[in-house]
């Protein structure tokens, strides 16, 4: 590793200057642009990703728990989350490197199990609410602001033997849930997140298998799961801004995710039209009904699913209609825009490909997804490395949703298959935070905050442990899941630490500086 701080301080001035005197045309595409005093900058774990301690404290099982334990090849590695970066016994030494990294933000989750071992508010564990407890407040104490998400997928298990989010009795639990959390919590913390990425949990939970519950109830309770989590979402916004706001004036959203949508050719419209209903189907199916001036769900959601039910003799919709009441209450029911944002396919129009099911949102989407074989591919197959797609996808919510609404990328990081020098990973961190800041200086786009994912190598669900997104190695083979600090983690606590990016900060051996900056 090489540091070139003279690089650094040169592009700082001149950026201090571009800031203060360039209009925005004029800036030189090297401008290093700094993050504003109010950014935030942080970074993101998930509890079943990192907690481990699967049955300790009165834990309840998660579905999760209960499914890899029945299917143990359900994973890449016949791994399980049973001890996972045992975060459960570790979290102050967890704490102690998000100090390190001098990040002031960190996004965490609840399991909702650990909390209530049943799922219901009948029964409160106090081990798990001590757990919690004692991380918040350790965070306080250290001025490091705690983003909770409410769910990150981890549904208690006999909730999920009552069909989960595709039975409309969820909305309740949900709140009951919420409104422990809120109790117990409120006073340590003010930023919640209720839901997180509702797309990839039904989508790839209740339509495919490649999530648990793994249902394959593709095209009917995918889009259930899609209902019954918006609403529950927006209940559990309203509850939180009727009775809990005005104490303890806090801030409440949800968390989605987006692929970036590339037209396939881009001098075929036919393409530019693909992308644009993919998004539509994948994304602004659970950003409209909240972000956009009218609510409900996108025009042509509606339509396409209503009309390619009725064809298919369903003699209703697959996708549910929202009551009037339910517009309203969704509409606006997010402080900010968290989104999760990490690759980027190439579309094309498809009216069947061999690997849908019928019916399904594949199906109802009608676009074939391709990757870019240029693109870089570090890591898990679904995943390549184009930056300019994050500055194109934060144009297009603002295009569709305002400027107004600020977005807080909760998570963004790349996947490799392990390793303490993650060169690519230094490269995906520089590259995708300075097209961020170009979508902000140049495009107008409202990005409040940025949460790297992932603290720690982790449980990576259906991969098990073979793809790491993490700033720190963890090595899963030692009882005491030793954490590493890797290049990544260094460059990520220069970029926190200055407020920019330094491209030349870490160089790969043998590359050229700048080798790209797209
Ligand atoms: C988004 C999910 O929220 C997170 O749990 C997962 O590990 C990352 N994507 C990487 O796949």
Known sequence: MECSSWVGIALAGLSVLCVAQCSLSDVPELTNYTFPDDFMLGVSTAAFQIE?????????????DTYIHKHPEYTLDRSNGDVAADSYHKW??????????????????????????NGTDNNISKDGANYYRRIFKELKRLNITVLVTLFHWDMPTPLMDLGGWANPKIVDYFEDYARVAFDLFGDVVNIWTTLNEPHQ????????NYFVP?????????YLCTHYMLLAHARVYHLYDREYR???????????????????????????????????????????????KTGDYPAIVRERVDNISLHQGFARSRL???????????????????????TTFLMAPSSFEETWRVPSLDHDTGVRLTQNPNWPKPGADWFTVYPPGFRKLLNWIKRNYGSDIPVIITENGSCD???LKDYERVSYYNKYLYQ?????YQDGCNVQGYFAWTLMDDFEWTDGYVSKFGLYHVDFNDPNRTRTPKLSAINYREIVRTRQINFDFIKPPGRPLHDNRI
């Open 52 to 64: 481990g301690g699967w049955n300790e404290g009165g834990k309840g099982e998660s579905m999760w």
């Open 92 to 117: 102050r030494e967890d704490i102690r490197m998000i100090q390190d990294l001098g990040v002031s933000y960190y996004r965490m989750s609840i399991s909702w199990p650990r909390l209530l071992p």
């Open 201 to 208: 949990h039904c989508y790839n939970g209740y339509g495919n």
């Open 214 to 222: 793994a249902l394959q109830s593709h095209g009917v309770g995918e």
């Open 246 to 292: 005005p104490k303890q004036k806090g801030k409440i959203g949800i968390t989605l995710d987006a692929f970036w949508a590339e037209p396939h050719d881009s001098s075929k419209p036919e393409d530019h039209e693909a992308a644009e209903r993919y998004l539509q189907m994948h994304f602004g199916i659970y950003a409209h009904p909240i972000y956009s």
């Open 320 to 342: 549910p209609y929202f009551t009037l009441e339910e517009i309203d209450q969704l509409h606006g029911s997010s402080d900010f825009f968290g989104l999760n944002h990490y």
């Open 417 to 419: 298959f392990g390793g």
């Open 436 to 440: 961020m800041l170009l979508a902000m």
